[in-house]
């Protein structure tokens, strides 16, 4: 084989460092012919969107080649969609952040010099004493997405501040969780506790399951169609789902909640409902069937333009196929500013069927628990967070991102003047982006922590590169699925350039500040092993399989030794809901119609790419190969109408008169006459970013109106309208 001692001691030094480091499952050395390649493979978790896949990194000579999946990770389950087989294209995306920056000139003019680390964080830390000194610590608000946001939560609230916010609630799955928490006294979990494997049926309003990609989440629809579970898929859009589905339902937008209604209607009428169950476990069924009683299939069909006919037909499959069966709580369910009263509708509609706890419907949590793991307390903040002051009174521990904004612009209740900004690019997140710049506007200081230079990290004084999943730890992800998973992220390659992890980073920022207290270990690493000490875990199992799930968890389906628990006022399922009573609102969902576009305009729908997750994989190399722009999809009839064939550029004006970049034409039978759809996340504005600048058009740039949800406050987007004419 032509290899010398001397290499022998050197390659099994290396070897023996990748093992002793728990970074390799095995290392394979290619010798003889040159080069001579070093082999390793790593386990570690993906982070190319939230759903946290197990992740092999195989690595040669240093270098990252290939991502496939963990087999033992239940996210992932050996497969890794095409993002996150692309997230090599993030680690070696010539755009990334690699120094940090400090803004010169004019806010939001985009021109930067380069600093030290030592110069941005001490420049952020007196900012933030400023700020601080001049108006207290709950001036200073942090934006988060992704898992760097626990090490500056921590930061922020050890800071004094109580203001936290993440666009996952507000903009996200806020509305789903309150209404799904009010009626069962829980949400339905994230990844959510859909058991479709085992489902006779399964229902999708407005899920676009396989666009909307969630590895596992997919596979299980996979399962569903191949056990031939019917499929129901309530969409103006011909989506993806809706191809494989037994009924297509094409829903007038916003009336959703008079087909639900409907529904309910027929369940109770013919007595389609899981009597004992709702018997056993609810409270409020006589008043339900009371109210749902004005909801008949005719008058719905008015409403949705769902003939009456088949309102019935397919309610009635779903009570011949009860308990097993998956009405899908949906995820991203800011719609129209009515969510949280909708999201209730498909709870209710969950529990007249039985399915909660059900084989085939939504499974129970694990009931599993870990020791507590102390640390070092925040102090109690001066003042109530925004949230706790704001007129939601369901708005939620996760925050709510645009109470902070207006907060900001208006000073009120007290001001807001610094932003820590992590893992999310607000000016993409939020609706109304004029409102967004306002407030970046009234800001003494606004810090992004980001690996790509996107559009919010390019209008702030401070740009902090922070090192991709790839190239870092992060703390143990404890999901309670079937069972209690403990998951870790691990450091596959060494990180690139200047960059460093949020840990790092927030650490170097506490001892700015003279909070270094409150990050006793030195490296995140070191924090995890302190936690599988508490909790008794071999660090170097959790290491080398990715994944542990921990014993102990009760069966995920209602026995009679395995009862559910319903952490709601009254301890039963609220059909009812006596805390929306309490609280001045509707205890039953009421419908009320929604705006309609006038004539020669179009409702603005936008979803997502199975290639893409939101801005963040927008200017990846690989993915951009596949995906590289957003189109506007638009009836084929109205196409014709207006002149337009599939691939001619348009620009979309909205009803507030902005207008959007070019986009191309997609005509199609497969969407309504009375709305357009583009993939979110499209078009940046950061000239920094090679592949994303001005690529396609953006559905948030368009969304200059949105609707609040008096429950909860987070933002319906699907108000807007758009007229459509070609490019000039
Ligand atoms: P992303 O676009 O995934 O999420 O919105 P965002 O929270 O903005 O990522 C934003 C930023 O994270 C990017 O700048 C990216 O470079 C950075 N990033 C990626 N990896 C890392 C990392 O490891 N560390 C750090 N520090 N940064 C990283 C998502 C939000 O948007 C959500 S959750 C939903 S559901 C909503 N979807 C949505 C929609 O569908 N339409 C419209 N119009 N608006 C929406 N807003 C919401
Ligand atoms: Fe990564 Fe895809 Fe899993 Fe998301 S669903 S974590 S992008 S592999």
Same mark, same amino acid.
């Given at each position: ?26 290392s ?13 493979y ?15 990194a ?135 506790r ?8 399964v ?23 191949g056990?031939?579970?019917?499929l ?25 909640m008079?087909?639900?209604?409907a529904?309910?209607?027929i ?20 008043? &339900? =069937? ?7 299939? /005719?008058?719905? $069909?008015?409403?949705?333009?769902i003939?009456? !006919? +088949? @309102? ?6 779903l ?34 069927l ?6 085939g419907g939504?499974? &129970? =949590? ?7 793991? /102390?640390?070092? $307390? ?6 109530? !967070? +925004? @949230? ?18 207006d ?15 992590v893992?999310?690019?607000l ?8 409102a ?18 996107y ?20 703390d ?37 500040l ?16 302190a ?11 959790l ?21 559910p ?26 419908y009320?119609?929604v ?10 729908l ?62 199609t039978q ?23 600048y001005?690529k396609g ?11 609040v ?20």
């Amino acid at each position: 084989m032509g290899i010398t001692r001397r290499d022998f001691l050197k390659y099994t030094a290396v070897t023996a460092a990748v093992l002793g480091s728990g970074t390799g499952l095995k290392s394979i050395m290619a010798m003889g012919s040159k080069p001579r390649l070093l082999t390793s493979y790593t386990l570690t978790n993906c982070e190319m969107c939230y759903w946290k896949c197990g992740v092999t990194a195989k690595v040669v000579d240093g270098k990252v080649v290939k991502l496939d999946g963990n087999p033992l990770h239940p996210n992932s389950r050996g497969k890794l969609c095409a993002r996150g087989n692309a997230g090599i294209g993030l680690l070696y995306d010539e755009d990334r952040l690699k120094s940090p920056l400090i803004s010169v000139g004019k806010r939001g003019e985009g021109k930067f010099r380069k600093a030290s680390w030592e110069e941005a964080l001490s420049y952020i830390a007196e900012k933030m004493e400023t700020i601080k000194k001049n108006y207290g610590p709950e001036s200073v608000a942090l934006f988060a997405h992704g898992s760097s946001g626990q090490y500056f939560g921590r930061l922020i609230h050890a800071f004094g501040s109580p203001n936290v916010a993440q666009p996952s609630f507000a903009q996200c799955r806020g509305p789903r969780d309150v209404g799904y928490e009010l009626t069962f006294g829980e949400n339905p979990g994230g990844p959510e506790r859909v058991d479709m494997g085992k489902s006779k049926a399964v229902v999708l309003f407005g899920t676009h399951l396989g666009e909307n990609m969630h590895n596992s989440q997919v596979q299980d629809f996979a399962e569903a169609l191949g056990n031939r579970a019917k499929l129901i898929v309530i969409d103006p859009r011909y989506s993806l789902a809706a191809g494989k589905a037994d009924y297509w339902l094409p829903i007038r937008p916003g009336s959703d909640m008079a087909l639900m209604l409907a529904w309910i209607n027929i369940l109770i009428t013919e007595n389609l409902y899981d009597k004992e169950y709702i018997d056993s476990y609810s409270a409020g069924f006589k008043e &339900l =069937a009371v109210h749902v009683a004005q909801y008949t299939p /005719e008058w719905a $069909e008015k409403e949705t333009e769902i003939p009456a !006919s +088949l @309102i019935a037909e397919t309610v009635r499959e779903l009570g011949k196929n009860k308990p097993a069966v998956c009405v899908h709580p949906g995820r991203h369910a800011t719609w129209y500013g009515n969510d949280v009263q909708r999201s209730r509708c498909l709870a209710l509609i969950t529990a007249l069927l039985g399915a909660w706890g059900r084989e085939g419907g939504i499974f &129970l =949590a694990t009931n599993a628990s870990l020791p507590e793991f /102390e640390e070092k $307390e925040y102090p109690e903040p001066a003042k109530e !967070s +925004l @949230i706790a002051l704001c007129p939601y009174p369901f708005a939620g521990a996760e925050g709510v991102t645009n109470v902070i904004r207006d907060a900001t612009i208006s000073g009120k209740p007290y001001p807001v003047k610094g932003w820590i900004v992590v893992g999310t690019n607000l000016l993409k997140a939020m609706p109304d982006q004029k409102a967004t710049m306002n407030a970046i506007n009234q800001l003494d200081l606004i810090v992004s922590v980001d690996v790509m230079p996107y559009d919010t990290a390019m209008v702030s004084d401070v740009v902090l590169p922070e090192c991709t999943y790839l190239e870092r730890f992060d703390d143990i992800t404890v999901s309670r699925g079937r069972s209690l998973g403990l998951e870790i992220r691990r450091t596959v390659v060494k990180p690139m350039y200047e960059s460093r992890d949020g840990y790092t980073i927030a650490r170097e920022l506490s001892k700015k500040l003279n909070l270094a207290d409150y990050f006793p270990w030195a490296t995140v690493e070191e924090k995890i092993k302190a936690r599988c000490g508490v909790w008794n875990i071999d660090y170097n199992e959790l290491s080398a399989k990715g994944f542990i799930s921990m014993p102990g968890s009760a069966a995920p389906y209602i026995s009679p030794d395995n009862q559910p628990v319903f952490n709601t006022a009254s301890g039963k399922i609220e059909l009812y809901s006596s805390e929306l009573k309490n609280k001045g609102f509707d205890p039953l969902p009421i419908y009320s119609p929604v705006d309609q576009p006038k004539e020669g305009s179009f409702r603005l729908l936008y979803g997502r790419s199975p290639v893409h997750t939101f801005c963040r994989t927008t200017n990846n190399k690989i993915l951009t190969e596949l995906f590289r722009e957003n189109e506007v999809w638009i009836n084929a009839g109205k196409a014709r109408s207006l002149g337009l064939r599939s691939g001619d550029y348009v620009v979309l004006q909205n009803q507030d008169g902005v207008k959007s970049h070019r986009i191309k034409v997609k005509a199609t039978q497969r969407i309504r006459e009375d709305c357009v759809y583009m993939v979110h996340g499209f078009c940046s504005e950061s000239k920094e970013l090679g592949r994303a600048y001005h690529k396609g058009a953006s559905d948030q740039g368009l969304i200059t109106k949105y609707a609040v949800d008096p429950i909860c406050g987070s933002t319906g987007m699907r108000v807007n309208f758009v007229t459509v004419a070609r490019e000039v």
